[in-house]
Every structure is written in structure tokens, then in C-alpha cells.
T-cell receptor, first 111, second 115 residues
Framework: DAGVTQSPTHLIKTRGQHVTLRCSPI?????VSWYQQVLGQGPQFIFQ???????GRGNFPDRFSARQFPNYSSELNVNALLLGDSALYLC??????????FGPGTRLTVL | DQQVKQNSPSLSVQEGRISILNCDYT??????FLWYKKYPAEGPTFLIS?????DKNEDGRFTVFLNKSAKHLSLHIVPSQPGDSAVYFC??????????????FGTGTRLTIIP
């Protein structure tokens, strides 16, 4: 069975641009969460979606938004990119439990 | 405010010996704890978890111990193998908020197994 997949793998953007990251959960998983991992730190929670509804939001500015589609895949959007947004963005899926399974991540570099 | 702390950034252990990774938490609402392993350029891989109703959970070479009164948990790996070299993250969640099972992570411990 395929695990959590994310695209793209790597992305380079400049300040002020917009970016869209994509995630496909494990088949049957209805919950998708997004995390940001900055170098040297643990992943920080951004959003959780369950059955297409936002169930949780971390301490991130409104420039960050997300949505979940009927097939449970998800997009993370970040507007007006800042240098500090450079990070590894991780998507995780779960069967609405605490045990979350992570994808390989998207490495975003903002120049 | 770091609610989950891993105070040892790195740990080196001889192959075949026991590796012990520690984690402390401050939020008394946390009732589910997980350990993840991460290799470079990959996402975290789930290793083992424990609910606050238990004080020990074992899976093969991996055992997690939970001391609720001390708000401390540890991961034991016996025997340690070279493939265990990775960054290990401790994570916690609070089930009181159903449907919002966000994980709060520590900063990680880099484990190096010396052959």
C-alpha cells in the first residue's frame, strides 16, 4: 500500500510569492495534518483537517491556509512568502487517531 | 513555551548496547505519547506509542516507559544496531480535543550507533 505522498519534493520561491503544497493521505485515512519543520527543531503543527473540515490550527499567521478535498487529499497554501518560511513541510494522515503517519515532506526554500 | 523537551541533542552508543532516549513534558493534559525516527530527507517514521493509562509498552527491540508523576518518558532500544542511527523525536497529544489530535514535538535527539 502507498504511504502518504507529497508534491513537489523541492521548491524554490522568492519573497512575496505564493506556494501550494499537495498531499495525498494513506488510502482510508480521513484526517490530514500539516507540520512545518525548521532546521534543528521538531515539527510544528500548522493545521488538521478531518472530513474536509478544519479541526485545528497552530500558531501560524493568516498567510497560511489549507483545504481538504472530497478524496481526502489536501493542499497547503502560503501567501506573501518570507525568508523565514523556508522549511520542510510535512503532511501526516491518520484514521482520526493520535497515530499519525508522515509523508517525505516538501523542502521549501525562499530566496 | 516548549511543552515537550528532549534535553540531549545527541547520544552515541556502542552497537549491541542499550540506547536510552529521554523526554520530558510540562502539559498535564497530554495523555498519549509517541516516538518517531527520522532519517535525513525523509519524513518521520512512527516507532512506538504509549497511552497514559499504561506505564510501559514494548515492541520488539523498542520499549517506551512513562512516568506520569515525573512527566517523563523514555525510549529504550536493545540491542542497538547501526541502522538505528537517526534523529528521534518524542511527541505528545491530548485526546480531550477529539478530532484535533495535533502532535507537539520535542526538538529531537540524534542517536549515533558506533560499530
Amino acid at each position: 500500500d502507498a504511504g502518504v505522498t507529497q508534491s513537489p519534493t523541492h521548491l524554490i520561491k522568492t519573497r512575496g510569492q505564493h506556494v501550494t503544497l499537495r498531499c495525498s493521505p494513506i488510502s482510508g485515512h480521513k484526517s490530514v495534518s500539516w507540520y512545518q519543520q525548521v532546521l534543528g527543531q521538531g515539527p510544528q503543527f500548522i493545521f488538521q483537517y478531518y472530513e474536509k473540515e478544519e479541526r485545528g490550527r497552530g500558531n501560524f499567521p493568516d498567510r497560511f491556509s489549507a483545504r481538504q478535498f472530497p478524496n481526502y487529499s489536501s493542499e497547503l497554501n502560503v501567501n506573501a512568502l518570507l525568508l523565514g518560511d523556508s522549511a520542510l513541510y510535512l503532511c501526516a494522515s491518520s484514521l482520526a487517531s493520535n497515530e499519525q503517519f508522515f509523508g517525505p515532506g516538501t523542502r521549501l526554500t525562499v530566496l | 513555551d516548549q511543552q515537550v523537551k528532549q534535553n540531549s541533542p545527541s547520544l552515541s552508543v556502542q552497537e549491541g548496547r542499550i540506547s536510552i532516549l529521554n523526554c520530558d513534558y510540562t502539559n498535564s493534559m497530554f495523555d498519549y505519547f509517541l516516538w518517531y525516527k527520522k532519517y535525513p530527507a525523509e519524513g518521520p517514521t512512527f516507532l512506538i506509542s504509549i497511552s497514559s493509562i499504561k506505564d510501559k509498552n514494548e515492541d520488539g527491540r523498542f520499549t517506551v516507559f512513562l512516568n506520569k508523576s515525573a512527566k517523563h518518558l523514555s525510549l529504550h532500544i536493545v540491542p542497538s544496531q547501526p541502522g538505528d542511527s537517526a534523529v528521534y523525536f518524542c511527541a505528545a497529544s491530548a485526546s480531550y480535543d477529539f478530532g484535533n489530535e495535533k502532535l507537539t514535538f520535542g526538538t529531537g535527539t540524534r542517536l549515533t550507533i558506533i560499530p
